[in-house]
């Protein structure tokens, strides 16, 4: 493979590992003029169908697509790159086992959201925001009190809810304590 940096013909891989629950090949590679270090991912390619617009017009899947989309709902989230090709993977595999020739890009829509559920509630919100066209406050509000009270929400991600309270109404911390410090404190991860 060429380097994308210096174009070097040939690189080196200098680890494999499995990506995407089995269905990637996710390689670290490095390029021997420029000892630039890059990941590249491996995958099977399979027929996977048009996605029909909402005016009607069909254009191909495109992974690309999807993948900006996802990353753009979970821009400065704390998700990394291995959750986003997972994502993409089960997706693929719903439309290849979904079986039809065409799938309406609301039904994409609505795979690409049960799959940021998963990963982000702050992504989520975001993607649904744009892909429902969320017109006001209101309409943000139902949906995250929605997503609140769903059954199968992550215990490991901080509720929306609760963190809009907090913020409103003076948590109870020390005033040099702001709810960013303790949030971060408790989490162990740092916000960029």
């Known amino acids: 493979m060429h380097c994308p940096f210096c174009h070097e013909r ?5 680890d494999s590992r499995l990506a995407a ?18 990941t590249t991912f491996e995958t099977a390619e399979l027929f996977l169908p048009r996605i029909i617009k909402n005016d009607g017009t069909p254009e191909p899947f495109s992974v690309d697509k999807l993948r ?7 821009y400065k989230r704390p998700v990394g790159p291995d959750a986003v090709e997972t994502a993409i993977s089960h997706i693929q595999q719903r439309m290849h086992h979904d079986g039809e020739r065409d799938v309406p890009s609301r039904r994409l829509g609505q795979w690409v959201m049960e799959e940021l559920r998963g990963l982000d509630q702050v992504a989520y919100v975001r993607f649904a925001s744009v892909y429902r066209r969320f017109e006001d406050v209101q309409a943000f509000r139902e949906e995250i009190e929605r997503l609140e009270s769903a059954p199968h929400r992550d215990s490991a991600q901080l509720s929306l ?6 913020a409103g ?22 916000s960029s």
């Open 161 to 166: 809810i609760d963190l809009g309270r907090d």
């Open 68 to 74: 900006r989309g996802i990353t753009r709902a979970l």
């Open 10 to 14: 040939a690189t080196r891989v200098v």
């Open 21 to 38: 629950e089995g269905s990637q090949v996710r390689r670290r590679r490095q390029c021997p003029a420029c000892q630039a270090r890059f």
């Open 169 to 190: 109404q003076g948590s109870g911390q020390s005033s040099g304590q702001s709810s960013g410090q303790s949030s971060g404190q408790s989490s162990g991860k740092e």
